[in-house]
């Protein structure tokens, strides 16, 4: 079944943007004459002066660089908003789905939104934010999120916006390495009928690192205290400010936004896109992937991405793709099992939702709680399932297209990283046969390749590491402050290549199939954790000398955290210790970070020379004992014996 070919539906072959020999012409252009493409596919964005180079891309150590569009000068939110006013001004832009059905939502037009954001861009100023300033946003799933960063965008600041789940620790930590100066906040968010104490969190991690400039937003209307001449509170900043502001004029290459990812060492890195490029590459991305276009009777499709804006596919599919494309989009502050398990599908039918974008890992949460709660609703408006963030295994596609889509709507399984800024390795709706689990074939611009372990790029049906051979407009630029980190990371595995982390299958047909991360990056319910992140976390414990931690299969997430920790000689391992560990994880990181099995180990495999042996303890946390491999290069073989015998269950 998993390679069973779906293919593409013959409505969607006659009306969509893109069929299979629009692909194939426009792919071939793109890859041979990227020039030619590129300067065409940016006519989309309204620039202020033109570009007049479209690619100056260098992947070797010796000229290591990467410009796109350089000479062009533009805003995005000029291209999101402004240019939108004449003709869909009284357009929906955002219709707010709060967390509680009870409450009340919000929609918003593109005139009010434009309204909005310029305001908020005035309080920035006034708050003495100026462009190239870094500004951090910590706040739930609400429109003044999107506003926020459009704000930044506006005047030229650059947002860094931190997931409203993590912990003040890991707040504070974003907040020193972008020195950003400023905080975007609210009281609380709210998830799942859940508070989450949103200020406090702020209060806790400024007790840290100091900023001169916190705006709070009230959102449940919780009593939190105010900081006399640090806090502001959002409304009240905003009723004073105009509600017009001029577009800053940005360079192509100059700075969008930080948003901080795991990597496989140290602290998480500050991903850092630049404007030009990644207005084009979002846009056209989602235009393409999910045909967006409009309905025959004029009507813009409702579309909605169930990303929270803290993750990169919030960025470019919430906040700027979708409306520099003009659509009318969702977007929901609460989660898919609150009330209950038929949350999604009730919002699907109550805006009639056209085109629905989810994470594997709450569709297999849903999944399990059986179809009932899906067949009660109607779903006749959806036409397109999107799938993003990790591997889509072949029971949740076959449910998500028999049970949500009913066999009708294609589903589009999207690769793509925080570092490439939009999708990579995608099928189109009118262009692409479907096989479940696999994100099939790349997008234009996009030169995938397998190497073997020496780079060498291997031809036809094979498997090995995934490499990007030459670049796109939406690539990241650099990691904030540390450039050699940037090509030490992406750059140097494969020298004259991008190496994605992803170890990937290639079949008979071209089709691409993503087998997961290949270092020590793993994907926990579609977010990205860094195994040495919750080591450093673990081992900052007092009773902790030494942790290991590694990806095991989980049901739900996909991945889960397995910690081997070794403990302090004068220290017992057992099941308080157990708890207390986890929830200083969670308070040293978030509660994503959660360990799901915390094994106590007297000793972890080492090597002679010390380095531990991770492939042992994968393959011990899989339950994949059978074959641990060869272990004779241990510094002392026995301590598996013991990890073997006190393997969790
Ligand atoms: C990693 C990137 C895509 C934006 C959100 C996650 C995994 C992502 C898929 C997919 C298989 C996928 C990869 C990738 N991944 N999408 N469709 N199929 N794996 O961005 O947090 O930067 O994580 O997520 O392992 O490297 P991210």
């Known amino acids: 079944m998993t390679d069973a070919n779906f293919p593409v539906p013959d409505a969607w072959a006659q009306n969509a943007l893109i069929d299979k020999l629009a692909y194939s012409q426009k792919y071939d252009l793109s890859v041979s004459d990227p020039e030619a493409f590129w300067q065409e596919e940016a006519k989309r964005i309204d620039w202020i002066e033109p570009f007049h180079t479209v690619k100056d891309?260098?992947?070797?150590?010796?000229?290591?660089?990467?410009?796109?569009?350089?000479?062009?000068?533009?805003?995005?939110t000029a291209n999101a908003l402004d240019r939108h006013l004449e003709t869909r001004g009284d357009q929906t832009a955002i219709i707010w789905e709060p967390d509680d059905p009870a409450s009340e939502g919000r929609t918003i037009t593109y005139r009010e939104l434009h309204a909005l954001v310029c305001r908020f861009a005035n309080v920035l100023k006034a708050h003495q934010v100026k462009k190239g300033d870094r500004v951090t946003?910590?706040?739930?799933?609400?429109?003044e999120a999107v506003i926020a960063m459009l704000a930044c965008a506006r005047i030229g600041a650059v947002h860094s916006v931190v997931f409203a789940g993590f912990s003040p620790d890991a707040l504070a930590g974003r907040i020193e390495d972008c020195q950003s100066n400023i905080v975007l906040t609210a009281d609380e968010g709210l998830r799942g009928g859940k508070p989450i104490p949103l200020k406090a969190n702020v209060d806790a991690a400024l007790e840290k690192v100091a900023v001169d400039h916190v705006i709070v937003l009230k959102h449940t209307g919780a009593d939190v205290p105010m900081v006399e001449g640090r806090d502001a509170d959002w409304h009240g900043a905003a009723a004073e400010a105009a509600d017009h502001c001029d577009a800053q004029v940005m360079d192509a290459e100059d700075p969008l936004f930080i948003l901080y990812t795991s990597g496989s060492t140290g602290k998480p890195k500050g991903v850092l896109h630049t404007t030009g490029g990644y207005a084009v590459w979002t846009s056209m991305t989602h235009q393409y992937v999910f045909d967006y276009q409009p309905n025959p009777d004029g009507s813009m499709p409702v579309y909605w991405c169930a990303a929270d804006v803290g993750w990169v596919t919030g960025h470019s599919y919430v906040a700027y793709a979708p409306l520099i494309n003009g659509a009318t989009q969702i977007m929901f502050e609460g989660v898919p099992n609150y009330p209950d398990h038929s949350r999604f599908w009730e919002i699907i039918d109550k805006h009639n939702v056209e085109i629905f974008y989810a994470a594997p890992t709450a569709l297999r949460a849903l999944m399990r709680e059986g179809d009932d709660y899906v067949t009660r609703t109607s779903r006749k408006s959806l036409r397109l399932l999107g799938s993003v963030g990790e591997p889509i295994n072949p029971e949740a596609w076959d449910w998500y297209h028999r049970v949500v889509g009913e066999r009708r709507c294609p589903i589009v399984d999207t690769w793509w990283q925080t570092e490439t800024g939009g999708a990579m390795i995608t099928p189109l709706p009118g262009a692409t046969d479907l096989k479940p689990g696999s994100a099939s074939k790349p997008m234009f611009g996009v030169k995938p390749e397998i190497v073997d372990n020496d780079g060498t790029i291997q031809f036809g049906a094979t498997e090995g590491p995934l490499v990007i051979t030459d670049s796109w407009p939406g690539q990241m630029r650099t990691v904030y402050g540390d450039h050699?980190?940037?090509?030490?990371t992406y750059f140097s595995t494969f020298p004259g290549y991008y190496f994605t982390g992803d170890g990937c299958r290639r079949d008979d047909d071209g089709y691409y199939w993503i087998t997961g991360r290949i270092d020590d990056v793993i994907n926990v319910s579609g977010h990205r954790m860094g195994t040495a992140e919750v080591e450093s976390a673990l081992v900052a414990h007092p009773s902790v000398s030494e942790a290991a931690v590694v990806g095991m299969p989980h049901d739900i997430k996909g991945q889960g955290i397995y910690a081997y920790v070794t403990t302090n000689a004068d220290v017992e391992g057992g099941d308080e210790l157990r708890a207390e560990l986890v929830k200083w994880v969670r308070k040293e990181i978030g509660p994503i970070a959660t360990p799901d099995v915390v094994q106590f180990a007297p000793g972890l495999p080492k090597t002679r020379s010390g380095k531990i042996m991770r492939r042992i303890l994968r393959k011990i946390a899989e339950n994949d004992v059978g074959n641990l491999g060869d272990t004779s290069t241990l510094a002392d073989p026995s301590v598996v014996d013991d990890l073997l015998a006190n393997r969790a269950k």
Do not use: C
Request: proline share 6%; hydrophobic share 45%; net charge negative.
């Open 57 to 76: 891309t260098s992947f070797n150590e010796a000229d290591f660089h990467i410009r796109w569009f350089e000479g062009g000068k533009l805003n995005i």
């Open 137 to 143: 946003i910590y706040l739930p799933m609400v429109p």
């Open 484 to 488: 050699d980190r940037f090509f030490q």
